[in-house]
């Protein structure tokens, strides 16, 4: 798709709506998730598995309970058979009660709670292990949230993120140091983990946040004003209290290439300006200049739309007409690096990457990566150009898809009706009006789908294909 077939012009995006109502994963589905980590953990060998999980990093850990630490640190101790047992703090005790959705023995273990909180009530973390059967002979895998290679350690199963004194207690309990190893990538592998890959259920509760997460963004774009303050204009995104899966972003002037929280700074004529929304499910970014047209740019980068925006929205348009199941991500990788080998601007980090409850899971779209994407994937077009003169800032259309075939496709159709309804009516929009042409199994889960306004006092003026 060349730079010369975009074009800036007039574009009326639709009313796609927001969800009447709340998707969720069922309990069976849970135990299902269990039921297959427990198979995985015998074809490699482990007895055990610890699920590490706090406020931060607690997706590991819901993805096979429904439960996240709200305020202090939890840990599953999965073993082959058996009830899992849930490790949870002070005040994650009754909340666990109310939301997890496995068969499970719940304990209080209170060195997970805050300080200055009781502490006096629980069993050593060493004697609930040996309960467990976590004792010599035994091989336990740890899941955090990151896994690592051999340019951080020279034997990366040892390479271990919770926190050292669980991973001290478990090797003292086995008696190995090996035994303990780092089995992350059974959930974030970016090809093969198990939250990689997604039910119709899950990909449902993901267009929920994204839709809202979207629908932020596209509000704010709508009511960019000078004098208007970066906290003025997040209010017009009406975030409803669902989780956040990252800070707001809004800043603009010199703050705007930066991943800061907005202040009480008011928004001034010629601004650059980024905004971020995140969900659970999905994040929607965009940037751009606090302009009406080119006129209001400094003289030197008046020419900001055709110089950067066109070629990047060229590449964007690139990136959705060839993403599907059975590419590879160095395919993706490959296309999007000669598409800007030409132009005055480079990809900041891969063009995109899984996405879950966690903004960021992994990512398979890295120069001659050889990972299939494939269905039931959510993924983000994540295109970020760090231009080499900074004065022309940057330009995003960051938003979130899903691959699903024809099974899946029809599930999610049946089963979330809404849901799909919005699908479609977003992939007739993208065809029709911007024309850009998606495979038939992506779907769209954003409510400003592909839309770019780089002026953003001219909300009516968007980037679309010239077919």
Same mark, same amino acid.
């Given at each position: ?6 074009e800036?012009? &007039? ?27 427990r198979?995985?953990?015998v &074809?490699?060998?482990?007895?055990h ?23 202090e ?8 058979t ?28 209170q060195?997970?709670s805050l300080l ?5 009530t629980?069993?050593?973390?060493r ?5 467990e ?9 740890t ?13 990366? +199963?040892?390479?271990?993120?919770i ?13 190995e ?6 089995a ?5 592998h ?5 939250r ?5 259920d ?12 979207s629908?932020?963004?596209?509000n704010?774009?709508?009511q ?27 800043n ?13 700074r008011a928004v ?15 994040? !929607? ?7 009406h ?9 008046q ?8 070629p ?19 395919e ?7 598409m800007?080998?030409?132009h ?5 980090l ?14 398979g779209?890295?120069?001659r ?22 004065a ?14 024809? !099974? ?8 979330? +009706?809404?849901?799909? !309804?919005r ?8 065809h ?5 042409h ?7 889960? !954003? ?21």
């Amino acid at each position: 798709m060349p730079a010369h077939d975009i074009e800036l012009t &007039e574009i009326a995006v639709p009313d796609f709506g927001l969800p009447a109502m709340q998707p969720s994963v069922s309990a069976q589905e849970y135990t299902q998730r269990v039921a297959q980590v427990r198979t995985r953990m015998v &074809e490699e060998g482990l007895t055990h598995l610890i699920v590490y999980g706090d406020r931060e990093h607690f997706v590991n850990l819901m993805y096979l309970t429904g439960f996240d630490p709200r305020f202090e640190e939890a840990m599953l101790i999965l073993g082959q058979t058996g009830h899992p047992r849930l490790l949870v703090g002070n005040e994650g005790f009754d909340y666990a009660q109310k939301v997890v959705e496995i068969e499970h023995t719940c304990t209080l273990y209170q060195s997970f709670s805050l300080l200055g909180q009781w502490r006096d009530t629980s069993s050593p973390l060493r004697m609930i292990l040996e309960d467990e059967g976590i004792e010599p002979g035994k091989r336990v895998g740890t899941v955090g949230w990151k896994s690592y290679d051999v340019r951080e350690n020279p034997h990366p +199963p040892t390479c271990i993120e919770i926190p050292a004194y669980i991973v001290d207690i478990l090797r003292e309990a086995v008696g190995e140091r090996r035994a303990v190893t780092n089995a992350g990538d059974l959930f974030t592998h970016p090809e093969t983990g198990f939250r990689i890959t997604n039910s119709a259920d899950q990909l449902a509760v993901f267009e929920f946040g994204a839709t809202f997460a979207s629908q932020g963004i596209r509000n704010m774009t709508e009511q960019v004003e000078p004098g208007k303050t970066e906290l003025a204009i997040v209010e017009e995104a009406r975030l409803n209290g669902l989780p956040l899966s990252c800070h707001p972003v809004v800043n603009a002037g010199p703050r705007a290439p930066q991943l800061g929280s907005p202040r009480l700074r008011a928004v001034e004529i010629g601004d650059p300006f980024m905004m971020a929304i995140g969900l659970w499910g999905g994040l !929607s970014a965009r940037a751009g200049f606090v302009v009406h047209n080119e006129s209001e740019l400094p003289i030197s980068i008046q020419d900001y739309v055709e110089v950067i925006v066109k070629p990047y929205y060229a590449a964007a348009v690139a990136w959705y007409e060839t993403i599907g199941i059975g590419v590879t991500g160095g395919e993706i990788y490959t296309l999007i690096e000669e598409m800007l080998a030409d132009h005055p601007f480079r990809m900041a980090l891969n063009p995109g990457h899984a996405i879950h409850l966690d903004e960021w899971v992994h990512s398979g779209i890295y120069p001659r990566s050889t990972c299939r994407l494939s269905s039931g994937m959510a993924l983000q077009l994540d295109i970020i150009p760090m231009c080499d003169d900074e004065a022309y800032f940057t330009i995003n259309v960051e938003d979130g898809i899903a691959l699903a075939d024809a !099974s899946l496709r029809s599930k999610l159709s049946e089963k979330h +009706p809404e849901t799909w !309804s919005r699908i479609q009516a977003r992939r007739q929009f993208m065809h029709d009006t911007l024309g850009i042409h998606l495979k038939e199994e992506v779907l769209p889960f !954003s409510n400003m789908p592909a839309v770019l306004r780089p002026y953003l006092l001219s909300p009516h003026l968007a980037l679309r294909v010239n077919r």
